[in-house]
């Protein structure tokens, strides 16, 4: 029933394919002409949650006993999910501000995409060339080793030319 909802939600005649490959187009025809937009952000930093200690944890509450939960939760003025709202870890707060140098800005192709300073991936210096040791993307670990990936979301074209 949900796919049903969702197949008629949007009318059979916008080609989604076609908007997006539109909007791709303009987006690198202004990268073409030098154009990056870049939004204003208050925050020179990224918030991503911690984990939480397993003995913190809330404990699963059985399909069963959910309503009862609830109704719990609702008493003395909302404050039971007061409390669990204020039980959650703290987001631990990761710098990006190599990424955001002027001479970097034209290397981020969104404005909202940045490496973290402590994950990103660092070229070699080119003499006389400032932020020549920038590019957007970070390593990632893999199973068994650290710094096993390099991703880079949303890469232009300039990163591919040598």
């Known amino acids: ?47 991503y949650p911690e984990v939480i200690p397993e003995e913190e944890r809330m404990k699963p509450i059985p399909r069963s006993a959910f309503s009862q939960h609830v109704k719990e939760m609702h008493r003395e003025r909302e404050k039971g999910f007061e409390l669990e709202y204020h039980s959650l870890a703290s987001p631990k707060v990761y710098p990006h501000f190599i990424a955001k140098l002027d001479c970097n800005g034209p290397k981020n192709r969104f404005a909202n995409i940045y490496p973290f300073d402590d994950s990103r991936v660092v070229l070699s210096v080119l003499d006389g060339i400032e932020g020549s040791d920038y590019i957007n993307a970070s390593f990632i670990d893999g199973y068994n080793r650290q710094n096993a990936y390099i991703a880079a979301q949303g890469t232009g074209i300039q990163s591919f030319i040598l």
């Open 1 to 47: 029933m949900l796919s049903k909802t969702a197949d008629n939600a949007y009318p059979s005649t916008l080609d989604l394919e076609a908007v997006n490959e539109k909007a791709e187009l303009r987006e690198f025809a202004s990268l073409q002409n030098g154009n990056v937009e870049h939004e204003e952000e208050e925050e020179e930093t990224v918030a």
